[in-house]
């Protein structure tokens, strides 16, 4: 008896670990896009992407909600942000793959709440 237990220790710690890492990373992926959106990118795109910024007005920043900016894909949205484009800076640095990936999830549910 004693070594089926310590056996289903053995397994179910490394289980439920992974499994709180894999929740750990979709909360951070609703919630993190939504704040580092908010820290980043709201000065210029504003709070619903829509770009009616005085900055956005300026550099006359497309609706991030818009078909054509929905119709790129999540590896060409992540490009954008990392790399930068235009006067836009590059963030690959500043906030890492995951981030990055975040916002684009949270860019996802911009376009469909409509916020």
Do not use: W
């Amino acid at each position: 008896m004693m070594f089926s237990t310590t056996l289903a220790r053995r397994i179910a710690l490394p289980a439920l670990a992974s499994m709180a890492l894999l929740t750990g990373s979709a909360v951070f992926g609703q919630a993190g896009g939504e704040a580092t959106f908010k820290q980043q990118c709201v000065m210029c795109h504003g709070a619903d992407g829509a770009g009616n910024t005085g900055m956005g007005k300026a550099m006359k920043l497309r609706d991030l909600r818009s078909p054509d900016v929905q119709k790129m894909s999540d590896a060409e949205l992540a490009a954008l942000i990392a790399k930068g484009k235009g006067r836009m800076p590059a963030f690959e640095s500043k906030l890492g793959n995951e981030r990055i990936h975040a916002v684009v999830a949270y860019l996802r549910e911009l376009a469909k709440t409509g916020k």
